[in-house]
């Protein structure tokens, strides 16, 4: 059979190898469509012909399962994240309380995220220096990208001195050094939720999510720096 | 030589060039014939004509993207209809033809447009007192003195139905072999770590194929003109 | 019959015309700007006037009052622009060959090849308008509105930009459509000796208005007239060949006089229209002998016309009227009145070759 | 009626007209000196150019945007020069005049060349003639018999600048009021659930401003027509 | 002086042409087609020649040998089109100031009002040119080159869109030029009387070949050479000015023998040229009495010139030599032969006010 898959960019490189394992022990073929969330749930709305979703903002899971576009019951936390300071080159590591003065650190530089009212990396940011009641201090030097990756650039480049972003994506760009990591409690839970789709029906869709929550999925997430979420 | 791109990123490649070549192809009498239209009658509405044509332009793309979903996609007024005589453009290679040629259009309408007001009415009168009707005038006198411009537009509207994205992947997606042309490509692999290799290579084919459709153009137009000015 | 009558305002320039050309060519003489080229654009369609009527005969082309305005390329003209305006992208055999394409398959058509060979045009077929000269350009305007098996010709000085040699090979062919083909042809030209020759109908324009009209010999050879300057006037006489000598002159019948002229086309028989110009001719109150020349007209003066520094002489002969342009001194001399016998010297060759036309509807 | 759109949104209109204004201003005199260029001189490496000018239609905005980054930004080897005069692009106004301009810049330039290919050399002959050289030949017979050209390669340029997104968030990001473009504001409200009447709002406006610029530029274009052609 | 030397292929055509012209109007003569716009192209720089040499007296134009190549903007022409080229987003006051604005500002100007008077376009200067006419056109072209402040002027018919009238008011705006400003004029012409007024040379042009050069007066009085048909050959001949009488007519002294004409411009004592074309002489053995024709020229036959159809003859007189054209038959029957004595008959007004210059350089 063939699934086809609607799945978040910042998945690409996980999901690449996950296809090649599954295809290769299941004799099924998968076809993956990497692209914003947003996108994604857009399209899943407009009657786009995938079989399974994953996506990487929780809202949009919500929003489709308010519509029924869910096949009930099959919805799960496939993934979870942490955010993380980052600093452009070699940078100490700071304490990420709520005494950190974010401002002196930045200087006259700027604080790069994603967007902090509409890319859940940015969303997540933006919570936790709210939470440490930092946000109103630097809330003027944020620099905001369209996507994490484009947040990471912008560090990695030395605009930005600074930058608010997912973990996995620090851990594999050289040009930046993690300097603390936002605690888990600071942000809402950041989750990566997966879910068959009603539309149309796969036999083999319960296989490729059985196969997501396997041993071998687990690996391939793990080698890119997500952390699978304990089921 | 070909193990350098993978067999995916050839099927972007080559998807990308149908593509393009498609939404060149299919929109270009309509093209002319919307640059004649503006360029030569005045009627009722000729500014909102002229309006919609530029809307692509204005509008980011994703919007049009957007639009296109809610029109063209199957559960579209449009697309709903089409749907019913068996043209669909919905997640298919169609739909990114769709997609590139509406954002191409308005700049292949200005430059033919501005070709054919450059055609010296003197001359199609001319051709009118030899018999020709303004249909003949048009084919004989008026398209062929136009052909530099007619050139230059589709080369145009090539090249950018080879980079458009953003209303590409919101209308159709990203699915390999179906839609996903190179700039999706491109930009899932923009969207992890270490995928900036792989990018780079994707912009390579990009700029050489268009370059070479550039040149092509380049060396086509200066024989139209040549012919027109002398010998 | 061309039946014209156009009411049109520029800013700055107002044309109010009426004339009627009966069968034939009708040539539009007038001054630059006189509003020429405004008229035939008319008649062509290409200028919308803000009222008028134009017919050839009773096809109407145009009348604003009851909405008829035929398109352009309905009224199956053969149009030689003042400007070449050949098409650049076409070779020049194309452009020839354009107007064919579009005619009505039945219509009577001119030979390609020997239009080609009139015009001179020959090499040039394979060239692109671009590489012409500006003389070569006009050659292949005239020959693309011949081909193009019109019903009407519409000529704004099409051989302004040609040297005389050429003129003269191009001018019986616009007297063969003329007469042989029978096209109604509307042609603008400024030279009296193409007027002479190819008119059957003046029409005299001034300032956007038709001041004079008539048929070609009455108003060149009206002294009251003289449309284009004293200079230009003359007379039109229609006279019959009567034999071609050995010696290469051909003797004409002008009204029981005797006309010699060099060696001419057309055989016995035949009626030819000859222009002798008022300036071209002496007078001589006793006939002369012993001149080189060979005509002699012997008549009665009809009027003396004074004009400026000149005197224009009407004489009535057996041949027609005649107009010789003399000095106000030679006038008093020869004591010039009504009535009086004079003889009117005409040199031979002065009645010249591009003055003979073969005689028209 | 002001406080239809939020003081966040009327900043970003504000800043959009403001970029794609100077975007068109400061880019129009390249605009058109590489428009002559490429229609009436011969050079080594005219091919090349010619491609270069045409690299930001082919080639994905975001790709073009990291272009820019490396090479306009603070860090860049072109920005830290200017950096030292006092210019600076990053994370301002000006970057994203600059993105919009670059990616401008194709269209405005094709528009130019093509009315100055229409010009005939025979009235630039006339010029020389007279006594004028090249110089002035160009300013008193070329350019004002290319103006309409210029003004719809303006008019394109103005149309593609409000619309531009892709380049201009990946090199400047989105700062509220420094770089906040409608067109990423619109990206940003599209991104979440039930943003759409938001971004409709700004579409609105976006499509209005163009349009306006569009008429303009029309009656603009005819006027000057009008003067070449008769009284 | 303006010398000329150039080697230029096109495919088809090639052009081969060397010629000096000395200080005054150089006519270029020739077939549409022979070349005559190719040499003027390459005088102002728009054609750049495979091989050649331009020089106004020293000043070096074109020297392909040595690598010189002026740019047309520095060579300070005034370069009349064949088609107008005016420029079209500019009014026709602009277009006429145009030149004045690139001209060094001590360089000798021509009085604006002046040229707009003598062209008649006053009333057209607030107009663009896409609203004229075709004279009209041709007529701003021309006050757009002379306003120019140029040294060199370049004519390519000039004067060929234009009625007889506004013809007869321009020339004498050219040789003014000739003859006052001193201005080398290179000047393309398809009429003889044009020439024969305006040339200080001919320079004749067959098939991209300089076939002949000259003086005027030399090319237009060679039987042997009639470039332009036998119809256009003719005398010019330099005369003084001697009594202007009240009836109008002005008496010029031609080497002794006096020559009456209509009433002319200049004052006694100045010298001017006169055109007798050779059809408008009429000969006769004994001296003819009571004709209105008041010049008889009395000299002796040079030499008779069989042409096709009719002879030439030429006569030495007081005035200088004098071309006829008779028929074979009066040649004959006048007996005439080289040494004969004969009277020339020149009808007073056939020697037309456009014949008549001053006298240039
Ligand atoms: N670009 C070109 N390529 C080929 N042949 C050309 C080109 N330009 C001109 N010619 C040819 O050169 C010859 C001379 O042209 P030119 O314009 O000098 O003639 P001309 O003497 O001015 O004629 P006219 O009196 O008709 O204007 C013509 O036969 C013309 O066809
Ligand atoms: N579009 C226009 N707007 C205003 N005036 C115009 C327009 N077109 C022509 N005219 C004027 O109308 C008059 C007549 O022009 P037309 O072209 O008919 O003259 P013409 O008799 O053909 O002259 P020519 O012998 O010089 O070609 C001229 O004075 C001209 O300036
Ligand atoms: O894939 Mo995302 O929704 O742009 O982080
Ligand atoms: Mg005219
Ligand atoms: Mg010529």
Redesign the pocket.
Known sequence: DEITVFAAASMTNALAEIEENFEAETGHSLAISLAGSSALARQIQQGAPADIFISANPGWMDTLEQEGLLEPGTRFDLLNNSIVLIAAGDADPVEITPDLDLAALLGEGRLAMALVDAVPAGIYGKASLETLGLWDDVEAQVAQADNVRAALALVATGEAPYGIVYATDAAAEEGVTVVGTFLADSHPPIVYPAADLANRDVPAEAEFLDYLKGDEARAAFERQGFVVVAN | MLDWLGPEEWAAVALSLRVAFWAVAASLPLGIFTAYALARWSFPGKQLLNGIVHLPLILPPVVTGYMLLLTFGVKGPVGGLLNEIGIVFAFRWTGAALAAGVMAFPLMVRAIRLSIEAVDVKLEQAGATLGASPLWVFLTVTLPMTLPGIVAGAILAFAKAMGEFGATITFVSNIPGQTRTIPSAIYAFLQVPGGESSALKLVLVSVTVAMAALLISEILARRVADRVG?? | MLSVDLHHAFSGFTLDAQFEAPPGLTVLFGASGSGKTTVINAVAGLLMPDRGRIAVGDWMLLDTGRGVRLKPHRRRLGYIFQEARLFPHLSVKQNLKYGAWFAPKDAPREDMGRVVELLGIGP?LE?RP???????KQRVAIGRALLSAPRLILADEPLS?L?ETRKAEILPYFERLRDEVDLPILYVSHSASEVARLATTVVVMEDGKVVRQGAAAEILGDPDVLPMGAREAGAVLTVTVKTHHADGLTELDAGGEPLFLPQIAQGPGHRVRVRIAAHDVILSRSRPEGLSALNILSGVVHQVHRGEGAVIVAIDTGAGRVLARITLRSAQALELATGVAVHAIVKTVSVASSDIGAVGG
């Open positions: 002398g010998k | 040039l060239r671009g590489a012409l000269s500006g003389g070569e930009a040297d």
